[in-house]
């Protein structure tokens, strides 16, 4: 258990396992409150599964980057700790599973070997950077925008500003108008734009804030159609910090970045961003590409002559499963991977392919699916006999019958009903009965076990989201289907409709249905959505509405796929955020903590991230005071305003000026060393204030 | 019969948008009898009961997302069937045996509530 302190050559990162290993003893000691401990933990990746007492670990891999090494380190890692399964979710992470709370800082430092972090890959934290898959491939980016996603990811990795916020926060960059990332469903997302003025060529972005997909799906805002490379980080941090102040706190449901801007406005929303430039350190951040330009260099090999069975079943994955790249003669390879499941041995041969005759890198896809580039026109028929002993050489990349799916009741504590299960089955429903949807790449088909939509249901083509219905004393699982949702490019999208609910096991005949409705009267030319359009949700509601009726159930419908048991209605409390902390001592603690956070900033020269560990112990010590007095408060912002009123203005506590202008000064004054100074002073002397004031009011009871 | 949400809920909130009288609120949140509705000032209830539409009223529930049987009318007037219902992932808005109203009253209340 200690073999992993001496390794860790990174102090910061040394500091933060050694932190969580510390909070784990203390947590198993009864030491530290256990929402608390939650709230940590899922800062570091360490999530409770449906299991009882084992974690499920999401591994961050930003914009779904993974080398030959980090791969082979993953493997290892979920063999030693896990059980040689990788997952591959939705927002290019790798899940795994079955971990013991015990031996997670040793399994972090292990991946820290690599350059693999597990730091805020839960919790209300800005989550993993997402991106177009095809980023640096792709043949109609305008630029390549990993390096983009990769200064993203490091600028807040640990920034003070966003470690607890009210919600998480997520991001993505798409590389071109087709907007595979899908930014109209992410708290910010950017696709990227040129912008030629005076005949010079800028690069930037399209931005678009506040979507969101969940049980209230929101579309995002445009708040700008160009904005300058230079300023992305500026404008996010400016974000982040509004977000942290104002964002609902105790109303969970209420909380994402979505529902704020819905209350406030755009407008006022960005008025607030706009005050807060003073507290930037920079107002300009210019992000390095450098390291994303370099010449592709591959291992020296000699191209074996390789020998093709089935030249039918080639050309045909040649068609389906190969991406031509911008770089000439270069190719990428799309590998279908079933559910985004796939298993260490393999992982491993995948990992060493890739090293000898690609260029050393993959990409986790969106869709669940890995994306081998870089690959040399002559070793595309080596790579499709190789991938195929692998059986990562199945036909439909990215094609209707390469379903999207959350793990669901597998393993998610907030799954209703069986989303892989499902998935399994309409798989199958596809390739027997309609072969030809594996070239379809306009349809797709996602399915999420609950409303949360970690499987994106509500914005696919045809969707189905686990459900449970009671017919008369029992419990029947089921779906929704959903229908008409999809990206539309440039930033715009659809939702999809919510049309019927029926049990689960009539989802087969569901997609047999429409499928059946749309080869009979869909016209050539039409999409699928303009198809939809014309015939309207009331024609669609109808087709399917037969399916709904629960008078006629047999024994078999109150069975969930891939279950040979009755169905049992078992739905858990979701904690990819901690819960809100309410206690008077933990909150006067982490004051205290703060406080120290901000004098070590502080001796480093970083000035902005003490100045901002100064106001959340402000923040923290007034929010003690409120509650031990029964004021409840919702926000940051509700707590400053609060403390004026409860305290400040009856004079209770007494302080120079009002409370508001004491926290506030964080916006006025720039971060400089002597204003840094001045507000840890302000923040101690603040907090001896409260807890003197706190001890004698304790004692007098 | 009004809708009502049974303590099964999961506080998932899918129903809440889907209202077209706006009688679904949050557990433990006010509400006003003119929000989603035309209703405006001192009003009379179909009931009787005389209330102020502007004013906010106490939670029906604190725990859970609820119904205001008095703005509820089983979505007639908007849909063929109530919508709460056909997008709970638990089947848990069923009917209220404690506000059984006729489809008449149930058009009736949408017409009060909406001209």
Known sequence: MQSFRSEIENPIVEKDILELERKIQLFKEGKIDEERFRSLRLARGVYGQRQFGVQMIRIKLPFGKVTSEQLHRIADVSDEYSRGRLHITTRQDIQIHHVSLDRTPELWAQLEKDDITLREACGNAVRNITASETAGIDVDEPFDVSPYADATFKFFLRNPICQEMGRKFKMSFSGTDDDTAISFIHDLGFIAKIKTENGVAKKGFKVLLGGGLGSQPRHADVIYDFLEEDVLIPTIEGILRIFDRFGERSKRAKARLKFLVKDLGVDAFLKLVSEEVNALENKIVNIDTIAFEQPISFQEVVIPQINIDNETAYQKWKETNVVKQKQEGLFAIGIKVHLGDFYTPKARLLADLVKKYAANEIRLTLRQNILIRHIRAELLPLFYVELQKLGFANAGYNSTADITACPGTDTCNLGISSSTGIAVVLEKVLEEEYPNYLNNKEIAIKISGCMNACGQHNMAHIGFQGMSIKVGNLQAPALQVLIGGGILGDGKGRFSDKLVKIPTKRGPDALRVLLNDIEKNQQKEETFLEYYDRQGKTYFYDLLKGLSDTTNLKPNDFIDWGHSENYVKAIGVGECAGVVIDLIATLLFESEEKIVSSEEAFKENQFSDSIYYSYTSLVNTAKALLIAENVTTNTQAGIVASFQEHFVATNKIDIDGSFEDLVYQIKNENPTNAFANKYLKDAKSFYKKIDTYRKKAVSHV | ?115
């Open chain 2, 1 to 115: 019969m009004a809708i009502i949400i049974t303590d099964e809920c999961i506080n998932c909130g899918a129903c809440e948008p889907e209202c077209p009288n706006t009688a679904i609120y949050e557990g433990a949140v006010n509400w006003k009898y003119n929000e989603g509705t035309l209703l405006k000032g001192n009003i009379k209830l179909l009931n009787g009961i005389a209330v102020d539409a502007e004013k906010n009223q106490e939670p029906v529930s604190d725990e859970y997302y609820f119904i205001v049987a008095d703005k509820c009318t089983e979505c007639k007037g908007f849909h063929e069937e109530p919508q709460c219902a056909a997008v709970c992932p638990v089947d848990c808005c069923v009917p209220d045996d404690a506000h059984i109203e006729t489809e008449e009253e149930l058009l009736a209340k949408q017409k009060f509530l909406h001209n």
